[in-house]
């Protein structure tokens, strides 16, 4: 187990990048730091949580994110279980009041969820007896996703403080974009948004950001540029004339990408919807673009969280032993 101090991180839960102290971010950075080690050894697994419980619960479909928790809780050495939104007893009208005193009855020590609706985590957070971490929800918050790209900007380019990141495409449904503002704002990077007006949430001039409508002049001098998804899903009625038109004005492509400086970096939280915000030649273009090590990235993110709330949950135990 890596050496971290016990009060890095003193929360019981990880419900969102927002009210995190800058210490305690770069602790679980720090600490995910030693997991990127760990999980390119021939032995990937550690003991750490050995005899813990780790539940998986995505009332939404995943692939990356529930992969990774999987991941990471197997080479800690927990009993990883994993809960499905086919599966799972919401299907047949459960509430999610009486999927947590459930959950809580098994007696997990981490419950890692991701749900639709905004706020919905928190709330089962207050019914459980372990750790929570938030994998995203609804358009609140993807905690774990902003970690682990503060870690991939911090390893390639080996700070945070002063750079100048440009977060771009569908602002308003994105928790992703919520969780990196908060990051990025509190460890000292310049944030601008760039998206048309119809993809920004209402209350934009109180995130602390810039706010561009064109590419190109958002992108003047980033170091990092991070494109979004297309949310369709979670969009009801018409937020874009066509996606062919989304492209030409706000997909980055090698002609938009000339506007920000030449090394700039590229991110994508994924998945990706080439030829929609990203074009194929830029998202696999070896020398500028992150993805893959975002994803790789993930891993070690998630394992450093679940170690951290493990030490958190082992404290409280022992102080109301």
């Known amino acids: 187990m890596a050496d971290v101090a016990p009060y890095s991180y003193p929360h019981r839960h990880l419900l969102g990048i927002e009210g995190l102290a800058p210490g ?27 005899g813990r419980t780790v539940i998986n619960v995505f009332f939404e479909t995943s692939t990356r994110t529930r992969t990774s928790f999987e991941l990471a809780g197997k080479r800690l050495g927990a009993d990883v279980i994993n809960i499905s939104p086919d599966i799972s007893a919401i299907k047949k009208g459960e509430t999610l009041l009486d999927t947590a005193l459930t959950l809580n009855a098994m007696r ?23 750790a929570v971490i938030n994998a995203g929800d609804g ?30 495409g569908d602002i308003m449904h994105s928790r992703v974009a919520r969780s990196n503002i908060h990051l990025f704002n509190v460890m000292g990077i310049r944030v601008r948004v760039v998206a048309p007006p119809t993809l920004l949430p209402p209350e934009m001039d109180r995130f602390g950001v810039e706010v561009f409508h064109d590419m190109r002049a958002g992108l003047d001098g ?13 969009m009801q009625g018409s937020f874009v004339p066509s996606v062919r038109e989304y492209f030409h004005f706000f997909g ?8 920000a400086r030449p090394d700039a970096l590229v991110m994508h939280p994924g998945p990706m919807n ?3 915000e990203i074009d194929s030649d830029v998202a ?9 090590e975002q994803v790789e990235m993930g891993v070690a993110v998630r394992m450093a969280c679940l170690d951290l ?6 404290s409280n135990r022992a102080e109301a032993a």
Request: hydrophobic share 40%; net charge positive.
């Open 139 to 168: 358009w609140h918050e993807h905690p774990t996703q902003a970690l682990l790209d503060a870690l991939t900007i911090r390893r390639r380019l080996g700070g945070l403080t002063g750079l100048t990141v440009a977060i771009c």
């Open 309 to 314: 709330l493990t030490r958190k949950l082992q």
């Open 24 to 50: 305690e971010i770069s602790a679980l950075l720090d600490l995910s730091e030693s997991y990127v080690e760990q999980s390119r050894r021939d032995d990937k697994k550690v003991a750490v949580l050995k």
């Open 284 to 292: 696999d273009d070896i020398h500028r673009s992150l993805i893959q």
């Open 252 to 259: 980055l492509d090698a002609r938009k990408l000339a506007a």
């Open 274 to 276: 080439r030829g929609v």
């Open 222 to 234: 980033v170091d990092i540029v991070m494109m979004l998804r297309l949310q369709t899903e979670r």
């Open 108 to 130: 997990p020590d981490l419950l890692v969820v991701r749900h639709p609706q905004s706020g919905a985590v928190h709330l089962l957070s207050e019914k459980v007896d372990g």
